[in-house]
């Protein structure tokens, strides 16, 4: 079985170390990935709305829970708010949604994605590999706290955080913030070491989580 200590959070709650990440993974494969994943005893499963597999991911989490006779306090669920949702209106209807496809009642963490915001021109899925596809908003990153910051006082997320996220970024929050990131899930690995940004984090209390650990192939075909 897996060892997987758990870290404190400034939020009050723990996180378990090791995290299983679901993006880039096909729906009809991710569902026993992840039901493997927390058989070996990963118990923090990372998920977001833009990898398109999150109701995949609840049914191999609530699956688990019954063969493995755990309960949902058992289980760090993760899931993150996308680019073409940062405008305060939007950001409780998108929460919730993540929270209805992945079968849960609240989220551990709720990051928001990445720090820019736009929309798809037609309306349709976002495509990486077509930068002409989307149109670039403005939504204040302040606002956007504060909306994330009401699905705490609402009890749909336990801890919120950020991905993505730069030093500058950061500090626009924590100037105007009243619950601080918990967390920022940025790019950690021997050729992306992000020495500077993982200083700074601690300085803040803010926990960073690292992903592509054994570097990144990159998201452009």
Same mark, same amino acid.
């Given at each position: 079985?897996?060892?997987?200590?758990?870290?404190?959070?400034? =939020?009050?709650?723990?996180?378990?170390?090791?995290?299983?990440?679901?993006?880039?993974? /096909?729906? @009809?494969?991710?569902?026993?990935?992840?039901?493997?994943?927390?058989?070996?005893?990963?118990?923090?499963?990372?998920?977001?709305?833009?990898?398109?597999? $999150?109701? @995949?991911?609840?049914?191999?989490?609530?699956? =688990?829970?019954?063969?493995?006779?755990?309960?949902?306090?058992?289980?760090?669920?993760?899931?993150?708010? !996308?680019?073409?949702?940062?405008?305060? @209106?939007?950001?409780?209807?998108?929460? $919730?949604?993540?929270?209805?496809?992945?079968?849960?009642?609240?989220?551990?963490?709720?990051?928001?994605?990445?720090? @820019? =915001?736009?929309?798809?021109?037609?309306?349709?899925?976002?495509?990486? =590999?077509?930068?002409?596809?989307?149109?670039?908003?403005?939504?204040?990153?302040?606002?956007? !706290?504060?909306?994330?910051?009401?699905?705490?006082?609402?009890?749909?997320?336990?801890?919120?955080?950020?991905?993505?996220?730069?030093?500058?970024?950061?500090?626009?929050?924590?100037?105007?913030?009243?619950?601080?990131?918990?967390?920022?899930?940025?790019?950690?690995?021997?050729? !992306? /070491?992000?020495?500077?940004?993982? $200083?700074?984090?601690?300085?803040?209390?803010?926990?960073? $989580?690292?992903?592509?650990?054994?570097?990144?192939?990159?998201?452009?075909?």
């Amino acid at each position: 079985m897996l060892h997987n200590p758990s870290l404190h959070l400034n =939020s009050g709650y723990t996180i378990p170390q090791l995290g299983f990440g679901t993006f880039d993974s /096909p729906r @009809e494969v991710v569902t026993n990935a992840v039901e493997v994943a927390l058989s070996v005893g990963f118990r923090h499963i990372d998920g977001a709305k833009l990898y398109g597999n $999150e109701k @995949e991911v609840g049914d191999a989490t609530a699956a =688990s829970l019954k063969k493995l006779n755990l309960k949902r306090e058992d289980i760090f669920v993760t899931s993150k708010l !996308w680019c073409d949702k940062h405008a305060p @209106e939007d950001v409780r209807k998108a929460c $919730e949604t993540s929270i209805k496809d992945l079968g849960v009642h609240y989220l551990d963490l709720y990051l928001i994605h990445r720090p @820019e =915001s736009f929309r798809t021109k037609d309306g349709g899925p976002y495509n990486n =590999s077509d930068p002409d596809s989307v149109l670039f908003e403005y939504h204040k990153l302040e606002d956007t !706290w504060k909306a994330m910051e009401e699905l705490v006082h609402a009890g749909l997320v336990r801890s919120i955080g950020v991905s993505n996220f730069n030093k500058r970024q950061l500090e626009r929050i924590l100037a105007s913030c009243t619950i601080p990131p918990a967390v920022n899930q940025v790019e950690v690995n021997i050729h !992306w /070491p992000n020495t500077k940004l993982i $200083e700074f984090c601690h300085s803040k209390n803010i926990l960073v $989580e690292g992903y592509a650990p054994l570097g990144s192939t990159g998201f452009v075909k």
